[in-house]
Structure formats: structure tokens, C-alpha cells
């Protein structure tokens, strides 16, 4: 459960109830959040805004329609996604690729001076994780991006993913074996050391 979960299920049943000052607090809350998850799959930032833009004004738009959730964020992430991916590709292939996993996620360690991380067996081990990550697949930097970043359960990861909830838990133990395989560390150590190294991407 991420921090602000319950507060945006009450607003969204407050929005489909006819409130729409409501969607606008589910947006601020959530704003940058949403922009930051976009930007992993596109270097397009007019792109993403406008996605942004289009989703909340399509929730006005359709709200009669829409359903309850207790997990809004991982709704909000989901619609996004497949906004941005249907942008960026044929709508023909749009299903093929969602259903793959075959698009694009970049984690944007790119941004970080890599030459500060060389000197120290700490710093040492961090570019040796960074290029665990960057060795991955797109679903599974997008998986552990969700989990160890923003706090998405299993169950909302794989809503996002398009996947079943063991797989979800699969795709995600995986990744993490493979970065223990560098860190030699525990499980809550791990964890704390990639919500560091993923909030430095943003």
C-alpha cells in the first residue's frame, strides 16, 4: 500500500459520485509521480504531458463509466502507460507489445556523474548494481522501479504489467537475485539501497 492510497480511493469514489474537485486533488497528489513514471518510457516530455493532460481529461469525459478501485495510482500508472505506448507505436501492435513486455523503460542513470561512484568500495559496489539494473529487461526495470520506488504491492504491480500476481512476484525475485548476486546482502538492505539508487534517476 503506497502512503496516500485509502485518501485517493475516497476521492475517487467522491469523483465518480459527480465530484469533480475531487479528481483534481487525485491529480496534484499524484502529478509527479505520474510524470516521473512517464519518463521511463519516453525522452518525449511534451509527450508525456500532453498523455497526462489526455488521461485526467478523458476520466472527466468518461467518469459515468468508470469503476470503484482502492488502487488509483496503479490505475492512474496503468492508463498512462498505455497511452504513452500507443503514441509511440502502431495501435495495430499496441496489444502484441503490452502483452511482451517489448517497449522501452529506461531507468536514467545516465544523469548521474559516474566518476563521483569510482573510489570507494561502496561507491564500487553502487555502478556495479546500476549496471545489474541496466542489464535487465524494460518489465523488469519497470517492476522493481514500481516496487522499491513508488511501493506498489504484487497485486497492483502486476495490474500495471499486464500480468498475474505470481508472475508479477516471479519477474521481481529474478531481478533481485541478480542484484544480490552483486550487493551479497540481505533482503531489507537491498531494498533500502534501491529506493536510494532509484530516486537519484528522477
Known amino acids: 500500500m503506497y502512503p496516500n492510497q485509502k485518501e485517493d480511493a475516497k476521492l475517487w469514489m467522491e469523483f465518480l459520485d459527480g465530484n469533480q474537485g475531487a479528481l483534481s486533488r487525485i491529480y496534484l497528489a499524484n502529478i509527479n509521480d505520474l510524470y516521473a513514471f512517464g519518463c521511463k518510457f519516453s525522452i518525449d516530455r511534451s509527450l508525456i504531458k500532453d498523455c497526462i493532460q489526455d488521461l485526467f481529461i478523458t476520466l472527466l469525459q468518461t467518469h459515468t463509466k468508470l469503476s470503484p478501485t482502492d488502487n488509483v495510482k496503479a490505475y492512474l500508472f496503468?492508463?498512462?502507460?498505455?497511452?504513452?505506448?500507443?503514441?509511440?507505436?502502431?495501435?495495430?501492435?499496441?496489444?502484441?507489445?503490452?502483452?511482451?513486455?517489448?517497449?522501452?523503460?529506461?531507468?536514467?542513470?545516465?544523469?548521474?556523474?559516474?566518476?563521483?561512484?569510482?573510489?570507494?568500495?561502496?561507491?564500487?559496489?553502487?555502478?556495479?548494481?546500476?549496471?545489474?539494473?541496466?542489464?535487465?529487461?524494460?518489465?523488469?526495470?519497470?517492476?522493481?522501479?514500481?516496487?522499491?520506488?513508488?511501493?506498489?504491492?504484487?497485486?497492483?504491480i502486476a495490474e500495471v504489467l499486464h500480468l498475474e500476481e505470481q508472475s508479477s512476484r516471479s519477474l521481481i525475485s529474478r531481478a533481485v537475485k541478480k542484484i544480490r548476486n552483486v550487493m551479497r546482502s540481505d533482503k531489507k538492505r537491498i531494498s533500502n539501497f534501491l529506493y536510494f539508487l532509484l530516486a537519484q534517476t528522477l
Open 78 to 156: 496503468t492508463s498512462l502507460k498505455r497511452k504513452i505506448i500507443r503514441e509511440t507505436i502502431r495501435s495495430s501492435r499496441f496489444e502484441q507489445v503490452m502483452e511482451r513486455g517489448d517497449y522501452r523503460f529506461e531507468v536514467g542513470f545516465e544523469k548521474l556523474d559516474t566518476q563521483a561512484f569510482e573510489h570507494d568500495n561502496y561507491s564500487k559496489k553502487t555502478l556495479a548494481v546500476r549496471s545489474a539494473i541496466e542489464s535487465l529487461t524494460s518489465r523488469q526495470k519497470e517492476a522493481l522501479y514500481l516496487r522499491f520506488y513508488f511501493g506498489l504491492s504484487h497485486k497492483e
